[in-house]
């Protein structure tokens, strides 16, 4: 499937005053220039013309391939958020080019991601270019504009100044050093690359400022949500995130992951690439009998160390750098020394949790466990797990895949095994929690219908769903004896579990030996990725949380 790169910008001088759009079609392969488009709208605010920006480049897209998936960059924080569904559209004004931009594509196709204003450049020009031929009484002409032109040098000269500070480094593939040397580098790159342009004159928000045009609630901030973890406020995401007009993976717009996370777990680039093993890793986790025991034997350059600066206080010229450059380099040793006594555990399994697509249920808002309908995924779920499968294909680390047995998951993990070569074994200690009489049902009927056993529920883990469904503490016995059914038989591999909300925060409250109610203060979004690596002490390590930059 052909993808292509939108950047739309507009701008109004005066605000309302003056003001037009413009915007960029690229291709998504070489970042080449495809289709330009640019405006004098009259009279409008900064917002109506982002918006006209935005609605012209989409169209511009469409025209060229409307099979294609496209992926919008604006620096309109306003437009990015409510076309992601995570703010409200409050303004009058914006509702129908919002609702004009959302029937541009079929659903699916479309993602967000906000830009620094720097980065588009091109975009904006086109909008000045647009502005300057309105003030002259003229319209907008592709043959007269240099905006692809002056894009194309700050370009140049951008890449040219990353390659010179910060050369990419060596090492073998998936590397995770080599990862956070690329992110170091991109962000070194970013902050070089400020000034200016002609810019638009811009509002903090015609449309309701930012932060008004929010919602209040925080991710976390209350009990869970209503789908497969269940929600204690009503319109709150899965876990919790209060996340407007989000369904049951809280996806309002496809393809921004179950709550619409922007930046979540470790989207940095070289983050994922953790998931093999790490053997200085495993030197530095924390119950290893053995280095407990080098901690309470100090070695000797630890107490050569203490002596070096009981010695040096005595004295009176503790603060002498020299004696602290000793002493530091003597602890320095001593750590080492204890680090080296720590077992080889060898290679861990490692776990690579996806939660699967979305379903129809989403926009609803129901409990939807293992005792309802068994949903399949909708259309922007199985886009979802399309992008998810692209992505670890990608990363080829993955050599086994293991689903829940619910029809959600099974089509979410097939989609996955067939890019990457692989058959799926379905395992039931996977599946999602049984909601009993709640199934099928939003947060604010089982409220309405069972209070009592609604709020014993939500404060202990042993309650359970009406009719006779499964506890929070049910589910996690069933979740240990499964991860360490399948620990053993993986062990040294790296396994996709394809599974559900509660399953798998309930495996990472588990590894972090959190308690019960954690599972309230974590986001896990439609399709996000999480890894747990499990050693042969029965220790285990959280490496990854609800990535979803494969999505965006």
Not at 240 to 261: F, I, K, N, Y
Not at 362 to 377: C, E, N, V
Request: hydrophobic content about 40%; aromatic content about 4%.
């Amino acid at each position: 499937m052909r993808e292509f790169i939108v950047e739309a910008d507009g701008g109004s001088r005066g605000n309302p005053g003056p003001a037009g759009y413009g915007s960029v079609v690229l291709d998504g392969a070489t970042g080449e220039p495809l289709v330009e488009a640019a405006e004098y709208i009259g009279v409008a605010t900064n917002n109506v013309a982002e918006y006209r920006g935005l609605i012209a480049g989409l169209k511009a897209a469409y025209a060229l391939d409307p099979t294609a998936t496209v992926r919008v960059r604006m620096d309109s924080k306003l437009v990015v958020e409510q076309m992601s569904g995570r703010w409200k559209i409050k303004h009058p004004d914006m509702k129908p080019l919002a609702a004009e931009a959302l029937r541009v594509y079929a659903p699916g196709h479309v993602t967000y991601e906000w830009i620094p204003r720097d980065q588009n450049k091109h975009a904006d020009r086109l909008a000045n270019e647009a502005m300057d031929a309105g003030k002259r009484g003229e319209q907008w002409s592709p043959s007269t504009s240099t905006a692809d032109l002056d894009t194309r040098v700050t370009r140049q000269r951008a890449g040219a100044a990353r390659s010179a500070a910060a050369p990419e480094p060596s090492g073998p593939p998936r590397d995770a050093a080599a990862g956070a040397a690329r992110a170091r580098a991109a962000l070194a790159g970013a902050r070089g690359e400020t000034g200016g342009g002609g810019g638009a004159a811009r509002s903090t928000d015609t449309a309701g400022a930012d932060a008004a045009g929010r919602d209040a609630d925080e991710p976390g901030a209350a009990p869970p949500d209503t789908d497969e973890l269940g929600a204690a406020v009503p319109g709150t995401g899965e876990l919790g995130a209060a996340v407007p007009g989000t369904g049951e993976l809280g996806a309002a717009v496809p393809g921004t992951g179950e709550l619409g996370a922007d930046g979540t777990g470790a989207d940095a680039p070289g983050a994922v690439e953790a998931w093999p093993a790490e053997p200085d890793a495993v030197e530095a986790r924390s119950a290893e009998p053995d280095a407990v025991e080098a901690r309470s034997a100090e070695p000797d350059a630890a107490v050569g160390a203490s002596a070096a600066r009981k010695t040096a206080a005595e004295r009176g010229d503790a603060k002498t750098p020299g004696v602290r450059r000793a002493a530091a380099s003597a602890d320095i040793r001593a750590a080492r020394n204890v680090a080296s006594a720590a077992p080889d555990l060898g290679t861990p399994a490692t776990f690579v949790l996806l939660r699967h697509g979305e379903t129809p249920l989403t926009p609803q808002k129901r409990f939807s466990g293992s005792g309802g309908s068994d949903p399949s995924l909708s259309d922007v779920g199985r886009y979802q797990a399309e992008r998810v499968a692209a992505a670890l294909a990608a990363r080829g680390t993955i050599q086994e895949v293991v689903s829940s047995p619910l029809a959600r998951c099974r089509e979410t993990a097939q989609i996955v095994a067939a890019r990457l070569g692989l058959g799926v074994t379905l395992d039931d200690g996977l599946r999602e929690t049984d909601f009993g009489a709640w199934e099928g049902l939003t947060f604010g009927e089982v409220r309405e219908r069972y209070p009592d056993d609604m709020n014993a529920w939500l404060a202990s883990p042993d309650a359970e769903p009406t009719g006779g469904g499964e506890s929070f503490g049910a589910v996690a016995q069933r979740v240990a004896a499964t991860r360490d059914r399948l620990t053993e038989a993986h062990r040294g591999r790296t396994v996709l579990l394809v599974s559900h909300v509660t399953p798998i925060k309930t495996l990472v409250r588990l590894a972090l030996g959190a308690p019960p109610e954690s599972l309230f203060r974590m986001e896990l979004s439609a399709a996000s990725l999480t890894a747990l690596a499990y050693y042969a002490d029965g220790n285990a390590t959280l490496r990854l949380l609800n990535d979803t930059s494969h999505l965006r």
